[in-house]
């Protein structure tokens, strides 16, 4: 074994799932539920769900039946980030891609994560972003880290008034989360803030910023969002796809696709400082540590 396979993550032959069904999918009128489903794990996202993400999006864009998509979470939370830390956590695993990038398994040090999350974080990321119809975020409780990248691509966000959005990876020396919305979701001293902090913001702070579309609740989350989708269902295809793509160019004008790429190379150089100095790719944590670090952060607030 070389110096350099020594950094990439150690094989687990012990990936368990806990479910076969990462990701259920739900029709109600022109509506398609896009359904995170690891409440177990507060919807912490493997490859298994980012991959049955996709497929649920592919779905729903291929049936003209369906002229909007919800994407929501099983539970108590939205969605407490990317999996570092449940027996299904998969980063070991081989998929066939969506995009055209290689298997990243195979691939040495820096290679493999940069590879993987190429794949899995920003370019799904990126594909979900310019879905051809209007996508509502129905958001509950936590939404962290990569939960926030799902909330972001969305075109729109309704958010219960207990709902909070946090980017802790700053914890782990890394300069937040793959896909680098921060700076167009937040004015910049906000999201400066909003990183480097990396403590919870609530809806309503979130809502005030123009983050969050509207304010719900628990109870009126799900009749909220069907109200509003509802509504988007009765515009015209074609004007709701070309809407969203003029909104879409406008941000890529102002330097959205420039950002998150200069970003994610910043990101992967922070991944890969990690692993030489840490031998893990996550500044020495893991899902207790951080855990433990952000519930702290929060008691204090
Ligand atoms: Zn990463």
Redesign the pocket.
Known sequence: MSDLDRLVEPKQADIVYETQEPVRYEVDGAAAHIIMNRPSYNNAQNSQMTYALDAAFRRAVDDDDIRVIVLRGEGKHFSAG?DIGTPGRDVTASWDRVALVPDHTNKPAAEF?YTR?HEV?IGMCRRWRDVPKPTIAAVQGACIAGGLMLAWVCDFIVATDDAFFQDPVNRMG?PG??YFAHGFELPPRIAKEFIMLGERMSAERAYNFGMVNRLSTRDALLSDVKAMAEELAKRPRLGNWLTKQALNHVEDLRGKRTATDAHFHM??FA?AQSDLTFRN?LGGMDAKSMAAANKASAEKE
Do not use: D, F
């Open positions: 990317h994560l999350e974080y890394i989360v793959e990101h992967h991944h790719s």
